[in-house]
């Protein structure tokens, strides 16, 4: 047998190889492409073979990541790159801070610039784009991540930028309205950890950033918070992201959202519940409301979802429930917030360590699911039905119980299992398929 075994592995091997040796180029460099970015160097791809050596050396595009935490590699990128448009990275982990005189010759290319990011003193990110000014015309991506020092935000020489995410930074507010003012084609706004001081008690005069599509506050005082949903005006279909650290929510009142917020975004009706490590998300999407809103509440533990949500939210709204990575959390917590939104849930999604968790409480907490009478869909990710495993035979057999759990409710409109990234074979397959229709992604 074991020749044989052998014999046939290597024969499935060297069909792989030739496969993916017979591709046409143009596919190639597309999966090249896949494979580079600021940590994975088209060097490595080069060492293969001398057919792929040839590509990457003969695809400009490949060479376009600059990452100057390493000078020597960085050049050699750029040499490489010929014409070809450039994306950027700059950290800086050193606490001295570094010499820009240095970098001439990568500033010196600064029109060709489409994507920068830079986690630098913030001394040296001011004297930077202070210094580049005019240049970055082309620019389209601009990250920043600082340490909580003052940026004076003047974006007005990029006027083709499409994604600006700030981090860890403070921001005066007449300057940051003008900079937002001065990006008309702006699609994704990322603020984390932002202080805006305000130089008037005057509220602004309303932004439409048309071509908005994600705007994303994170970790931010209410304060500035209801600054921005005070002025920023969310296009339709546009998308909400609110992040919450725990200590911000106060144990009887939570001040989750400023009222400018929760103004901004009324009537707010949660669809989707997302149990996430040591973090809640809430998301609210509704047909005929302004946007879509996803709230995120770090959070040890869920417990009662209606002490930690903010004033206007209803539970009741819920058809999704996510629950994903609670290896952290207790089984039991987990069914308890089960318990409050599965008669609303038309959806069910678990991952494969919530399963787990499900699974160490099966006996008490899958009664639950009887009251799950609207549930039409559960969606497994990443879990194992291989029955060639001890962990896959449990998995099927739990699952099958789960679905007659479900069915013994009155009224139950369980109609389907969704595989998404699973492992199984036909065995698990045949016998899931036994109790339901399985869709397998």
């Known amino acids: 047998m074991y020749p044989q075994r052998t014999g046939s592995s290597l024969n499935i091997m060297s069909h792989d190889a030739d496969t993916m040796f017979s591709l046409p180029d143009e596919l190639l460099i597309r999966i090249f492409h896949e494979f580079v970015d600021e940590d994975h160097s088209p060097v490595l791809l080069s060492h ?104 004076p935000c003047t974006l007005g020489s990029m006027p083709n930028l499409r994604i600006l995410s700030l981090s860890d930074i403070n921001l005066e507010a007449g300057t940051f309205n003008t900079a937002l003012c001065s990006c008309p084609l702006l699609e994704v706004l990322e603020l984390s950890h932002i202080n805006i001081m305000m130089s008037s008690h005057r509220t602004p005069a309303s932004l439409e950033l048309s071509h908005l599509r994600s705007c994303t506050l994170a970790f931010m005082n209410l304060k500035s918070q209801g600054y921005l949903t005070s002025f920023i005006v969310l296009p339709k279909q546009s998308v909400l992201n609110i992040a919450i650290e725990e200590d911000e929510l106060g144990n009887s009142s939570p001040e989750a959202l400023h009222p400018a917020t929760i103004a901004m975004l009324q009537p707010i009706r949660i669809t989707t519940v997302y149990l996430h490590p040591q973090s809640i998300l809430f998301t609210e999407s509704q047909q005929d409301s302004r946007c879509k809103l996803e709230l995120c509440i770090e959070s040890e533990l869920p417990g009662e979802l209606t002490a930690i949500m903010p004033p206007g939210f209803d539970l009741t709204s819920v058809t999704t429930l996510d629950i994903d990575g609670i290896r952290s959390l207790d089984g039991l917590h987990v069914l308890y917030v089960l318990g409050q939104v599965l008669p609303c849930i038309r959806q069910l999604v678990i991952h494969t360590h919530a399963l787990q968790k499900l699974l160490a409480c099966s006996e008490s907490g899958f009664k639950l699911f009887a009251t799950a009478s609207r549930l039409e869909t559960i969606t497994f990710q990443d879990v194992t039905f291989d029955t060639c495993s001890e962990a896959g035979v449990e998995n099927v057999q739990e699952v099958c119980k ?40």
């Open 48 to 151: 293969i073979c001398q057919l792929w050596r040839h590509l990457v050396f003969q695809t400009s595009s490949l060479w376009s990541i600059i990452n100057l935490r390493s000078v020597r590699r960085a050049k050699h990128h750029l040499a490489l790159a010929q014409d070809h448009p450039l994306v950027v990275t700059w950290l800086y982990t050193r606490q001295a801070h570094p010499v820009l005189e240095r970098y001439e010759w990568i500033f010196s290319h600064a029109p060709r610039f489409i994507q920068l990011g830079l986690v630098l003193p913030g001394p040296t990110i001011v004297e930077l784009l202070d210094r580049l000014g005019d240049e970055l015309s082309q620019l389209q991506n601009l990250t920043i991540a600082g340490h909580s020092f003052w940026f």
């Open 402 to 441: 789960l679905v007659d759990q479900i069915r013994s409710g009155k009224q139950a409109a369980l109609s389907r299992l969704v595989l998404r990234g699973c492992k199984t074979n036909q065995e698990g397959l045949d016998t899931l398929r036994a109790v339901l229709p399985v869709i397998w992604v």
